[in-house]
């Protein structure tokens, strides 16, 4: 059974960090661009970050850029991703998903894998 789990989310105080990991079951993330999504209530999901399989290039968008950073770790099977400066608009349900190309990443492209998400609230 092919599966993306995240974990790492969490309550954190305005100004925290937490480390959001994406971790695959029954398929290698090898061959996979991973990208990083967040849903609000009531807000459409966006697209926050994405790395590629091959070289590992990155992109962000302006929302998290300098304040996010996505890796990972292909001998763990697991994309990562740090988050830090976390503010009370970042709250959401934060998903990975995962797309077979040979392809630069983009969080705009259709994913073939979803994560079921996990949740971050950031709250004084």
């Known amino acids: 059974q092919l599966q993306l789990v995240e974990s790492g989310g969490g309550l954190v105080q305005p100004g925290g960090s937490l480390r959001l990991s994406c971790a695959a079951s029954g398929f290698t993330l090898d061959y996979y661009n991973i990208g990083w999504f967040r849903q609000a209530p009531g807000k459409e999901r966006e697209g926050l970050s994405c790395?590629?399989?091959?070289?590992?290039?990155?992109n962000y968008a302006d929302s998290v850029k300098g304040r996010f950073t996505i890796s990972r770790d292909n001998a763990k099977n697991t994309v990562y991703l740090q988050m830090n400066s976390l503010q009370p608009e970042d709250t959401a349900v934060y998903y990975c998903?995962?797309?077979?190309?040979?392809?630069?990443?983009?969080?705009?492209?259709?994913?073939?894998?979803w994560g079921q998400g996990t949740q971050v609230t950031v709250s004084s």
């Open positions: 998903a995962a797309r077979r190309t040979v392809f630069p990443c983009s969080t705009t492209h259709l994913y073939d894998y």
């Open positions: 790395i590629r399989a091959r070289g590992g290039s990155t």
